[in-house]
C-alpha cells in the first residue's frame, strides 16, 4: 500500500500563490507516477497535472497551463504543485494521486491522498 499526505493548501487571495507537497509514504516513491487532481464545489473531480517517476513526462490540463507548475524531488520522497496566478475558479479541494504508469485520468489512478483545500479569494 501506498499512503499519500498532501499539505500546503489555505486560503489565498486571487493572484497569489500557494505549493502543495504530497509524501507518499510506504513503498518506492521513484517507482511511481504522481499527480494532481482538484475538485470544485458541485463538480466532478478533475486532472491538473502529472509527473513520470522520473520526472521526463509531465502533463498538466489546459486550464492551468504556464500557471501550475509540477514537480518532484525522488531524494526527499515529495511531489509538488507550484501554483500561482491563483484564479477564485481554482478553489477546490486538491487531491495527490499515484500510478504505476503516468497518467491523466482517474481510471489510472492506484491511489489517492485524503485532499488539502485549497480557496481563492476573489
Known amino acids: 500500500q501506498l499512503q499519500l499526505v498532501e499539505s500546503g493548501g489555505g486560503l489565498v487571495q486571487a493572484g497569489g500563490s500557494l505549493r502543495l507537497s504530497c509524501a507518499p509514504s510506504g513503498r518506492t516513491f521513484r517507482s511511481y507516477a504522481m499527480g494532481w487532481f482538484r475538485q470544485a464545489p458541485g463538480k466532478e473531480r478533475e486532472f491538473v497535472a502529472a509527473i513520470s517517476g522520473r520526472g521526463s513526462s509531465i502533463y498538466s490540463a489546459d486550464s492551468v497551463k504556464g500557471r501550475f507548475t509540477i514537480s518532484r524531488d525522488n531524494a526527499e520522497n515529495t511531489v509538488y504543485l507550484q501554483m500561482s496566478g491563483l484564479k477564485a475558479e481554482d478553489t477546490a479541494v486538491y487531491y495527490c494521486?499515484?500510478?504505476?504508469?503516468?497518467?491523466?485520468?482517474?481510471?489510472?489512478?492506484?491511489?489517492w491522498g485524503q485532499g488539502t483545500q485549497v480557496t481563492v479569494s476573489s
Open positions: 494521486a499515484a500510478a504505476q504508469t503516468v497518467f491523466t485520468t482517474e481510471a489510472r489512478v492506484d491511489y
